[in-house]
């Protein structure tokens, strides 16, 4: 038995949506690409400063520092789990998850 919620496939097969969880912000480069390819308008490009604080910032040496924008989850219960922003994002920022069945 599955104990995540699953999909159909034009084809009958099953498949197992992939909600997106997380952004790791300290790698986002602010490119936009997962913006674009979103169907469900999940996402919100805002300024780093909004969402790291001056210590997060100093405390990633892996920061792009060059980078004042970084990308946010706004509406997270509206993703249908395509998992498209992880395919098209060029810094694996994106933490996804299935979704358990209701007990
Ligand atoms: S998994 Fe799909 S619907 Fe969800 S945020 Fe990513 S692109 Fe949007
Ligand atoms: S695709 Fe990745 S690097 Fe580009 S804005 Fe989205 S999360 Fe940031």
Redesign the pocket.
């Given at each position: 038995m599955n104990d995540y919620i699953t999909g159909i496939t034009a084809g009958g097969a099953a498949w197992t949506p992939v909600f997106v969880q997380d952004?790791n912000q300290t790698r986002?480069?602010?490119?936009?690409?997962?913006?674009k390819v979103c169907p469900r308008d999940v996402f919100d490009l805002v300024d780093r400063s909004d969402v790291l604080s001056e210590d997060d910032i100093d405390d990633y040496d892996d920061l792009e520092e060059d980078n004042a924008q970084?990308?946010r989850i706004a509406h997270g219960n509206d993703c249908i789990g395509c998992s498209a922003?992880s395919r098209?994002?060029?810094?694996n920022?994106?933490t996804h998850a299935p979704l358990p069945l209701a007990a």
């Open positions: 952004i986002c480069i602010g490119c936009g690409r997962c913006f970084v990308m922003c098209v994002c060029p810094k920022c994106f």
